[in-house]
Structure formats: C-alpha cells, structure tokens
C-alpha cells in the first residue's frame, strides 16, 4: 500500500525585489504519494520551479510545512539541510551541468565524493548508474564527445547514484529534439514503475506530462483546475483526477 511521501502544508514563498514583495506560492498544499511520477504545469512565472525547489530542499518557503518521508525539511539547519539534500534528492536539470573536463564516469561519481565511500565502490556505483540509463559503454567519453540525449543520461545517472528516494526534474528535455525527448521520459517512466523512484517533473511540454502518473497545474503560485487530460495528447486512459 502506498503512503504520502511528501505533504505540502500551507507553504507560501515570496522574493524580494527591493522594497517590493513579490508572493510566488500562496498557501498551497499538495500531497504527493510513494512511487508518484508527478508532472507539474502552468505558464512561466507560475511558481512550478520555485515548489520544486523547496521539495528539493535547495530554497526554504516563508511559511507553511514541508514533510518528505516523515522528516520536516522547513525545520532543519542550513548544515542539516545539505546532508539531507545529499543523501534524499536527486536532481535533473535541463542544461545537464556536466563537467566538461571530466568523464561521464567522473561526473556520476561527484555526488559520492562526500562520502565515506571508496573509490572502488564510488567507481561500481556509477557504473551501475550508467547501465540503468543505457549508457555504460560511454562511461569514459566527456560531454563534449556525447549528444544532448546522452548527456542528459548521464545528468540522470548522476541523480541515481547516491539511490534517493525522490528525483526532480525540471525542463529534463526542454534543450532536446523530440526523438531525444522520448528517450530520457521513457528512462524515467522505467525509474518510476520499474524502481519505485518518486519524480516530479516541471515541464511546459504536454507530450512530456503524459509519461508522468499525474498531471497538476500552476497559476499565480497556486494550484489550479487543470483541463482535461484527454485533451492530453496520447495515454489519456491513465488520466486520473487529482484532489487535494
């Protein structure tokens, strides 16, 4: 049976532009289950980043609660914050943020360089990394020798490394073609069902939204009624009605 791993409470957020305070997220609450693929929706400026941030425990909310897998993230220190980080969240950008020096091997180790880990086990567990996402034959190529898609593997490989239970994903194929796009939803879909990885993915791409379990809309930093998910192109018959 499936428990909520994450319980958002009452959360706002807001950012300083001089004297000026500028409300992101308005009291918004949002329970996301164990094994969920989430995708969250909006238009740009919606607040969609800034919750997966505080879910990823890289910004604290102004007020409210956030409780992944029975711990508060908004009561730890920034220390305490940072070791939870480490070991809880892995995190899939859209540009990648390779190192271009080092190898795709290399770069999935970086997480593990905090570790009391080996070299040798820091060395297996990346390459156990690399052959989840398909890519362990390119293990000593850099990014530069590597296509979009397989850098954004790699990215992916190194959110895997260190096992955490949640991933985020913001924009993970908005800098790639549509073949490539296809290829990094369906590694994720495969950590979802197949690995029992949580994701919540940030993406403006309704072809995208329709790997994910789910789908929620963002505007004006709160949730709001999305439009009907068969009017999602292609899966609607997994559509499902979220209430919060």
């Known amino acids: 049976m499936s428990h909520a791993l994450?319980?958002?409470?009452?959360?706002s957020k807001q950012y300083r532009r001089g004297k000026i305070a500028v409300p992101v997220l308005r009291e918004l609450n949002l329970t996301i289950e164990q094994g969920d693929f989430l995708a969250l929706m909006g238009p740009s400026g919606s607040g969609k980043t800034t919750l997966l941030n505080l879910l990823g425990g890289l910004d604290q909310p102004n007020s409210g609660t956030i409780e992944i897998d029975g711990q508060c993230i908004t009561r730890l220190s920034a220390r305490e914050l940072a070791r939870w980080r480490s070991q809880q969240?892995?995190?899939v950008f859209q540009f990648y943020n390779l190192?271009?020096?080092?190898?795709?091997?290399?770069?999935v180790e970086l997480p593990l360089l905090l570790t009391s880990l080996s070299a040798a086990q820091r060395k297996f567990r990346a390459h156990t990394a690399l052959e989840v996402v398909g890519l362990s034959e390119?293990?000593?190529?850099?990014?530069?020798?590597?296509s979009g898609g397989q850098q954004q593997r790699v990215a992916i490989a190194r959110a895997l490394v260190s096992d955490p239970a949640l991933l985020v994903c913001d924009e993970p194929t908005g800098d790639l073609d549509r073949e490539s796009a296809d290829e990094i939803l369906g590694i994720l879909q495969i950590l979802n069902e197949e690995h029992g990885k949580t994701i919540v993915m940030v993406t403006?791409?309704?072809?995208?939204a329709k790997y994910a379990r789910h789908s929620l809309f963002m505007d004006k930093g709160e949730l709001?009624?999305?439009p009907d998910?068969?009017?999602?192109?292609?899966?609607a018959e997994k559509a499902k009605e979220t209430a919060l």
Not at 229 to 235: C, F, I, K, T, V
């Open 6 to 11: 994450i319980e958002v409470c009452d959360v």
């Open 89 to 91: 969240v892995g995190f």
């Open 99 to 107: 190192l271009p020096i080092l190898t795709a091997q290399k770069n």
């Open 138 to 146: 390119r293990a000593d190529h850099r990014p530069s020798e590597l």
């Open 204 to 208: 403006h791409d309704p072809k995208a």
């Open 224 to 226: 709001v009624a999305a």
């Open 229 to 235: 998910r068969e009017s999602l192109p292609g899966n």
